[in-house]
Structures are given as C-alpha cells and as structure tokens.
C-alpha cells in the first residue's frame, strides 16, 4: 500500500556531490520520522542520517557536516544533500520511513518502509 523510490545515485569523483531523493506513495495517512541509511560491500547497513516530522536531525559522525537531510511534507519527499564526497561513501543508500497508512479495511497501521536503493560511486 505505499511505496518508496529513490533517485539520484550515481558515480561522482572525490570531492563532488549529489542529491538522493525519496517519494513515498500510496494510501498514507502521516509520515513521522524519514532517514537514509547505507551498506557498503561486505559490511552491515548503517544510519546515516534521521529526520522529524517536525524537521529535527541527526547524523553519523562520518558524515555530520558534509551531508543535510530534508525533507518536503507536501511532496511526501526526504532529500540527502551529499557534498565533500569520499570514497568511503560509496555504497548503496535506502531511505526508510515511519509510515501510518490506510488499510482497506479501515484500519490504519503503522510500520516501516524501505526504498528499493540507490547506489553512490565516489571515486579517488
């Protein structure tokens, strides 16, 4: 019943940018808490960065000050502004949200969802 899709992954050299998007869609009622989160090869995924509704945020050491979250609640959109980019951020990167949406049954349940993955390529 919803949907993320991520965009905006690519190959960039050191020192460059990118901007990831994530669009949830489908029969959502609320959106709370969005982040992005990363998995090189070989190691396990990890957060990268969070965000509120209310627009607080955290982020991984490895990236605080170089990356920004965002998010724009009408479009149901959470953005990684990627700048300073190293070759140990290359991975591939999933958005995740906490998605309240509407059952056909009326109901209205709350759980998390995961885009399909984007992969960034930061060479040296």
């Known amino acids: 019943q919803v949907q993320l899709v991520e965009s905006g992954g690519g190959l960039v050299q050191a020192g460059g940018s990118l901007r990831l998007s994530c669009a949830a869609s489908g029969r959502i009622v609320s959106i709370d808490t969005m982040a992005w989160y990363r998995q090189a090869p070989g190691k396990q995924r990890e957060l990268v960065a969070v965000?509120?509704?209310?627009?607080?945020?955290n982020y991984a050491d490895s990236v605080n000050g170089r990356f920004i979250i965002s998010r724009d609640n009408a479009k149901q959109t959470v953005y990684l502004q990627m700048n300073r980019l190293r070759p140990e951020d290359t991975a591939v990167y999933y958005c995740n949200a906490d998605v309240t949406y509407r059952n056909f049954d009326g109901a209205r349940p709350r759980r998390d969802y995961w885009g399909q993955g984007t992969h960034v390529t930061v060479s040296s």
């Open positions: 965000i509120s509704a209310g627009g607080s945020t």
